[in-house]
């Protein structure tokens, strides 16, 4: 399995706080991802990373922040959480080619 | 419409033949992926196939690729209650990697 730590793994909140969701990598690899999964819509991009403090954004990058200080940690930031953004958030990273290794999941609920 | 799609449900026997199907619309894409996804788990790569190639073959897996009609399949020989699993297609164009809703395949004893 590809070195990749997702944290937290389960979190309820309320409307209107502040999220931060981790991904810490131990592979090196250049590039990381941020994802949702919804039923119905597989998985959908929210954010990427290609280097250090590079950063782009993704299909559904509304309502949230990316930060990337270190190549091992991709943080996904929803400054004011809402109902529509409870899913499941996946990372994944990739050394530049297409193939990505995907996280196990954090899920999000929120009240 | 979405750029992938994908049937959401398919059950068969154990021992049968599974397949699932695919359309894509980005038909510059250069690989075509496919993952598997158990419950509570993150998306685990199971094959994936060139865009020039029309069929690749892993030990129980054989994935089709039809260019032309921009569909691709993915064959589950003698499948397993372990193959039970929610199943992604991914076609790639550059850096951006589309996924389809996924297939929920249930096998039953």
């Known amino acids: 399995d590809a070195g990749i730590t997702q944290s937290p793994r389960h979190k309820v909140t309320e409307t209107g706080t502040p999220v931060t969701l981790r991904c810490h990598q131990t592979?090196?690899?250049?590039?990381m991802y941020w994802y949702r999964q919804d039923p119905g819509h597989g998985l959908r991009l929210i954010h990427y990373?290609?280097?250090?403090?590079?950063?782009d954004k993704g299909e559904v990058s509304d309502g949230y922040s990316v930060s990337r200080s270190k190549t091992e940690d991709f943080l996904l930031t929803l400054e004011s959480a809402t109902s529509s953004q409870t899913s499941v958030y996946f990372c994944?990273?990739?050394?530049?080619?297409?193939?990505?290794?995907f996280g196990e999941g954090s899920r999000l609920t929120v009240l | 419409g979405e750029d992938v799609e994908q049937s959401l449900f398919l059950s068969v026997r154990e021992g049968d033949s599974s397949v699932i199907n695919c359309t894509y619309t980005?038909?510059?894409?250069?690989?075509l992926y496919w993952y598997k996804q158990e419950p509570g788990a993150g998306l685990q790569l199971l094959t994936y196939?060139?865009?020039?190639?029309d069929m690749k073959q892993d030990q129980r897996l054989t994935v089709l690729l039809n260019k032309k009609d921009k569909h691709l399949s993915l064959r589950i020989a003698d499948t397993q209650t372990g193959d039970s699993a929610i199943y992604f297609c991914?076609?790639?164009?550059?850096?951006?990697?589309?996924f389809g809703a996924g297939t929920r395949l249930t096998v039953k004893p």
């Open positions: 994944a990273i990739s050394e530049g080619g297409s193939l990505r290794f």
């Open positions: 592979e090196n690899h250049r590039y």
């Open positions: 990373s290609y280097g250090v403090k590079d950063t």
């Open positions: 980005d038909s510059s894409s250069t690989y």
């Open positions: 196939i060139f865009s020039n190639m």
């Open positions: 991914a076609p790639v164009q550059g850096n951006d990697m589309r």
